[in-house]
């Protein structure tokens, strides 16, 4: 199953016995499934049927349908006469003139001007009805089908800013024992060296030089672990894997894909809290960058 995008468009027009139906799809982006229709009062008892169809292939984005019907051009056979109205009309006149002999009878003119002999033709509800359904189901068709397309074009850029991600991840991730190693060693040597003019102010130790060493030494690994962004890096480029699993497996991603989008920015944040040299400092600003950049594209996916 295909990741679709929120937004799309599609609209569709067909001969009908009524008349011209039109009918217009376009969605945007919601947090939740929108429908909103707009159609004249004959075709409102359809609105369930719609509803329905579009309910069954969409599930997230605000959704305006239109319906209309034109009637502009009138087919030879649009009127017809009440022949039931006639009859009553030809009862009713004869029992006036059995009363009123002296009446004179309704003319062709009078009758076609009396209210409801002229009429227009009833269209088969049930023919009206089938041919609606054929409509919306090619409508609906086209519409799925432009979201899927452009859902097809943002999941390529969305697993794009993946790998980028991934390369930045495996630049970064073997230099951190190395950078740990060059801390240490910096922090222990400066340590000593403050220490020994401690010593040699104070005339005389407090501690024995192998406990001093000792201290220095584990407040060194304390600091070094408190800045070790291996765990950071490793939970990221386990997210990102999931990540591509999700865009690959398709279907409405859209909330999967925005709780890992929270949980890739909680680490790249930690990364740069942590940071002690530029590399890891400018990684974390891409990551950010790339986290944002996607983030605007999932708004997009149903």
């Not at 199953?1 to 929120?6: D, Q």
């Not at 001969?15 to 217009?24: D, H, M, P, S, V």
């Not at 192998?210 to 407040?219: L, T």
């Not at 991603?253 to 890992?260: N, Q, S, T």
Request: net charge negative; with cysteine; charged share 25%.
């Amino acid at each position: 199953m295909s990741v679709r995008s929120m937004t799309g468009y599609a609209s569709t027009s067909t001969e009908t016995a009524a008349g011209l139906l039109t009918i217009e799809l376009k969605s945007v982006n919601s947090r939740y499934l929108d429908l909103q229709f707009r159609m004249s009062d004959e075709l409102r008892t359809f609105e369930p049927m719609l509803r329905e169809a579009v309910m069954q292939q969409v599930t997230r984005g605000k959704i305006e349908c239109r319906i209309s019907l034109s009637r502009e051009k009138k087919a030879s056979h649009s009127y017809a006469l009440n022949h039931d109205l006639l009859k009553e009309l030809a009862y009713l006149q004869d029992k006036v003139r059995q009363q009123f002999s002296d009446a004179g009878p309704l003319t062709v003119n009078e009758l076609l001007r009396w209210p409801g002999v002229i009429e227009e033709a009833n269209i088969e509800h049930d023919m009206l009805q089938k041919q609606l359904v054929s409509a919306i189901s090619s409508t609906v068709e086209s519409f799925v089908s432009a979201r899927d397309r452009e859902g097809h074009a943002l999941t390529a850029t969305l697993l794009e800013k993946v790998e980028s991600m991934e390369a930045i991840v495996q630049r970064v991730t073997p230099l951190i024992p190395q950078i740990l190693m060059q801390f240490q060693q910096k922090s222990m040597e400066r340590m000593q060296e403050a220490l020994g003019l401690a010593l040699t102010a104070s005339g005389h130790p407090l501690v024995s030089e192998q406990d001093a060493y000792e201290r220095i030494r584990q407040e060194v690994l304390m600091y070094g672990t408190k800045i070790d962004v291996s765990e950071e890096l490793s939970r990221m480029a386990i997210h990102l894997d999931e990540t591509r699993n999700i865009l690959n497996k398709g279907g409405p991603v859209g909330k999967r894909l925005d709780f890992m989008l929270q949980e890739l920015n909680r680490e790249a944040n930690t990364l740069g809290s942590k940071a002690t040299v530029r590399d890891v400092s400018d990684a974390s600003i891409d990551l950010k960058l790339l986290i944002e950049q996607m983030r605007e594209q999932v708004q997009n996916l149903e």
